[in-house]
């Protein structure tokens, strides 16, 4: 994979303090974007990019945060976004997250508005549905 740097982005990997983002582009025009460390402000300030010009490319998005180790507010509030703009450009997304990231979205609530999923299997499965078309 190639290294991902600035507005650019593509299969690779796009760092910064205290988070890593691994883009893996699959079939059928599906990308599965890996969120490694803490998604802070900081955090935040790399994925809102990166998040925004993969709903403008791809047909179906799975967002793996199992390795992420810290959600801030902030970090709820560009999952919720994500979610208003993937519904907006009708693209199927889905959460893949381990504890760290599920306690802050269920203490809030907020897991009858995320398709959460605990493991990247089953989210990759629920936004490629039987009878649903990425191709189109």
């Known amino acids: 994979m190639e290294t991902v740097v600035g507005a650019r982005f593509g299969a690779g990997t796009i760092s910064a303090t205290g988070v890593e983002v691994v883009i893996e582009p699959r079939s059928a025009g599906l990308v ?3 969120v490694l460390g803490e998604i802070d402000l900081l955090g935040v300030s790399l994925l809102r990019p990166c998040f925004e010009h993969q709903l403008r490319n791809v047909k179906a998005l799975v ?7 810290y959600l801030s507010a902030a970090g709820l509030s560009l999952l919720l976004q994500t979610g208003v703009d993937a519904r907006a450009r009708n693209i199927p997304w889905a959460l893949a997250a381990a504890r760290p990231v599920l306690r802050p979205i269920e203490v809030t609530g907020l897991e009858r508005q995320l398709p959460v999923y605990r493991e990247v299997p089953p989210a990759v499965d629920a936004v490629l549905e039987p009878g649903r078309s990425l191709t189109a």
């Open 63 to 69: 967002l793996d945060f199992t390795e992420t180790s």
């Open 32 to 34: 599965v974007t890996h």
